[in-house]
């Protein structure tokens, strides 16, 4: 790769799009990511996040995050970085975005958060699924639109986990339990009213900061709607959020009784990603969920 013919053709593109004469002269390099370049570009003025990795990798699953991104900051709900721009150039993918300046915040933000979250779950969609498929990490994530949550949950997210995980060499007792539980698992919504919702799909610690003056930030979403507790569940997988965040949004949006089982279910889904991205012990979490759940439906 010309590095500098790349960072020459950011700067106009981001000329472009913004309307206004844009040169590089700071490029900070960022940490905290496991699969993209992440930089601080400014100029003295103004100052934007860019996202870069290679094109094989990276420029669809760009194209998605910006979609995901500009329709997560439609809905007025929730604060996140603004696309852009994205596209090519020289062999590199790239996204553009808003740069916040993150610190702070504390417990108080994130009960600010818990009702925003449930704002945005109100908002009611036309069908499960999204308009493209995405990514979830580097993982295709499928999205094809339907009006059955018990399929596509049972086809685009378990089974097609399983099945990769089959691929990647975790078969066996794995993928026996696992079939057991794609036959089962529907009876887990007896009675449940299932309303698909906008979900940011990828909702731990994270993905979530807050900016300098105190305001909640979501980023780096795997959009598409679905059940509402699936992101709720997310929040609840990798250390859990403060109680005051989930006081918050079960205030504004009263949970299903139902919720404590379908956790379970939604973060199976997570932990077979892992497993397939990283290998190790996700394998004997991912086996201990299934079993769980296939204890609790009898």
């Not at 991104?69 to 604060?79: H, I, M, N, S």
């Not at 090519?88 to 915040?105: I, K, Q, R």
Request: net charge neutral; aromatic share 12%.
């Amino acid at each position: 790769m010309n590095s500098e013919q790349f960072w020459n053709v950011l700067e106009q593109r981001i000329g472009v799009v913004t309307g206004r004469r844009f040169v590089a002269r700071q490029r900070q390099p960022l940490g905290g990511g496991c699969i993209n370049q992440a930089w601080r570009v400014g100029d003295g003025e103004r100052d934007f996040f860019v996202k870069t990795n290679s094109l094989a990798v990276a420029k669809t699953m760009f194209e998605a995050e910006a979609a995901a991104l500009a329709e997560l900051a439609a809905t007025g709900a929730v604060r996140v970085p603004l696309p852009v721009e994205h596209g090519t150039a020289a062999g590199l993918a790239f996204l553009v975005l808003e740069y916040l300046p993150l610190g702070g915040g504390g417990t108080r933000a994130l009960e600010i958060l818990g009702r925003r979250l449930a704002a945005l779950h109100r908002i009611p969609q036309p069908f499960f699924g999204w308009h493209r498929d995405n990514t979830i990490g580097s993982t295709p994530q499928p999205n094809e639109r339907g009006d059955d949550w018990i399929a596509f949950w049972r086809e685009r997210r378990l089974g097609f986990q399983l099945d990769l995980a089959v691929r990647n060499g975790h078969g066996g007792e794995l993928r026996r339990r696992g079939e057991q539980l794609l036959v089962r698992f529907a009876e887990l919504f007896a009675g449940y009213r299932l309303v698909p919702a906008l979900l940011h799909g990828d909702l731990w610690g994270g993905n979530v900061g807050c900016t300098v003056e105190g305001e909640p930030v979501i980023f780096d979403p795997a959009c598409y709607y679905g059940d509402r507790e699936a992101d709720l569940a997310m929040t609840e997988l990798f250390g859990g959020f403060p109680e005051r965040f989930y006081a918050a949004y079960r205030e504004a949006l009263p949970l299903d009784v139902g919720y404590p089982q379908r956790r379970t279910l939604y973060n199976l889904y997570h932990v077979l990603n892992h497993l397939n991205l990283f290998g190790g012990g996700y394998r004997t979490q991912a086996e201990h969920m299934i079993d769980r759940l296939l204890a609790e439906l009898g």
